[in-house]
């Protein structure tokens, strides 16, 4: 029981930062192509088999914020993975912006 109401407190919390943060996809779009287009390309689609595609893997973008946000941060990679590129720079965007860009990620790459 502790454990529901603590999981149900922390989604909350963790969707009224998101509420907070995102929503300008408009931002997120200009951030996104300053930050991320030069590896996951400017349509989503990956530059060179640098990144993931993301309109052909757009379940990737399922995720919530969080597992998202700390994949960025952690340079997540699956096992076999066979995208070139180095790790996302996400010590130069911070969750704001992070959560604006996901926003735009997902209303451009998941249609």
């Known amino acids: 029981m502790k454990m529901t109401l603590l999981i149900a407190i922390a989604s909350y919390l963790f969707s009224a930062q998101a509420l ?41 973008l399922n995720k919530s914020d969080e597992e998202l946000l700390r994949h960025i941060r952690d340079d997540f990679r699956s096992s076999g993975s066979r995208y070139k590129s180095g790790a996302c720079p996400s010590q130069m965007i911070d969750d704001r912006d992070l959560y604006e860009v996901l926003d735009y990620m997902r209303d451009e790459f998941t249609r």
């Open 20 to 60: 907070a943060f995102g929503g300008d996809t408009d931002r997120g779009s200009r951030i996104y192509q300053q930050r991320c287009a030069m590896c996951h390309g400017s349509d989503g689609r990956g530059n060179d088999g640098m990144a993931v595609d993301f309109r052909e893997e757009w379940h990737v």
